[in-house]
């Protein structure tokens, strides 16, 4: 048998198990999951035509066979090691982040608390409106305004979305229109019909807008309150609530690195819905509303 035709992803993966004498420790190492880790090494022994592990209710045990392979693929790793690793040791994972404009913006303002100290990550913020594949690796983690149908992910509730109009003041000023198909955008193109407006085509204009005075704009309350210089000037827009979600890949989020940045940003969610924006509020003065 030469190991050298053999994929190294699976030896790498049975290194691990056979080192921690089990599923749980190899999984904790190579971010791969318990059930994918044992169907690889049921594959493995399969392909090399050997027994390589006695299974134990305590764990994997290495066989003689089990011992004499082990001894062989370190042999391997020992020259695929220094053409694997990059230059300097140190191993950073790519890890893209789907969002929409508004969502990239927070993750973005946060994005040194995403990193930590470690910087084990290279973070990749992806904007956009659409939705990403995530199942075929467009996106590691995503943060979508539904519950995913798809099989082979994982997700969490972060929160609820709100929103409302917002302006500089009270006066009557046209409507910013985003010409797009995000519910928002379609929300201001139903409800201003035949009413003054100005047309942008990125959602990030809209606010430069309202913060220029020229408009009254659509936003979430997450965004629209923290402008100190603008105020709400209609009621929350009920027709546009939502829950949003944090999705990633079942197996990708067992990775330490992908796993580390699911969990910060998470909890960079959770205190953005918690925060004075998330609630209903109120309008600090007066308005016609979107008509």
């Keep these: 048998m030469n190991e050298t035709k053999m994929d190294w992803d699976d030896l790498r993966l049975f290194l691990a198990v056979a080192r921690h004498g089990g599923l749980a420790g190899a999984a904790g190492e190579t971010g791969k999951s318990a059930p994918t880790l044992g169907r690889r ?79 084990s990550a290279v973070l990749r913020f992806i904007s956009a409106d659409h939705v990403l594949d995530i199942a075929h690796r467009e996106a590691v983690i995503g943060i979508r305004n539904h519950r995913p149908e798809q099989t082979g992910l994982a997700c969490r509730k972060v929160g609820r979305v709100r929103f409302a109009g917002y302006a500089r003041d009270g006066e009557e000023r046209p409507w910013a229109r985003v010409l797009g198909k995000t519910p928002s955008a379609l929300w201001v193109a139903e409800n201003t019909d035949g009413t003054a407006c100005l047309e942008v085509t990125n959602p990030r204009g809209a606010l430069d807008l309202a913060l220029a005075g020229v408009v009254r704009a659509v936003l979430p309350t997450f965004i629209g309150d923290r402008e100190a210089a603008l105020q709400r000037v209609t009621a929350p827009i009920k027709d546009l609530d939502h829950d949003q979600w944090l999705v990633t890949h079942h197996e990708e989020r067992f990775a330490p690195a992908v796993r580390q940045t699911i969990d910060r940003v998470y909890r960079i969610l959770r205190a953005l819905h918690r925060g004075p924006g998330s609630g209903p509020g109120r309008s600090r003065k007066a308005s016609r509303g979107a008509s």
Excluded: N
Excluded at 50 to 76: C, I, K, S
Excluded at 83 to 88: H, K, M, N, T, V
């Design 41 to 119: 090494m049921l594959a493995l022994e399969r392909a090399a035509g050997l027994e390589l592990f006695r299974r134990l209710p305590r764990g994997y045990e290495l066989t003689e066979q089990g011992h004499d392979f082990l001894a062989r693929v370190t042999d391997l790793e020992a020259q695929i090691r220094p053409l694997a690793d990059p230059p300097g040791g140190r191993r950073r994972v790519l890890v893209k982040i789907s969002a929409g404009t508004w969502m990239t913006k927070v993750l973005c303002e946060q994005a040194g608390v995403i990193l930590g100290e470690d910087g």
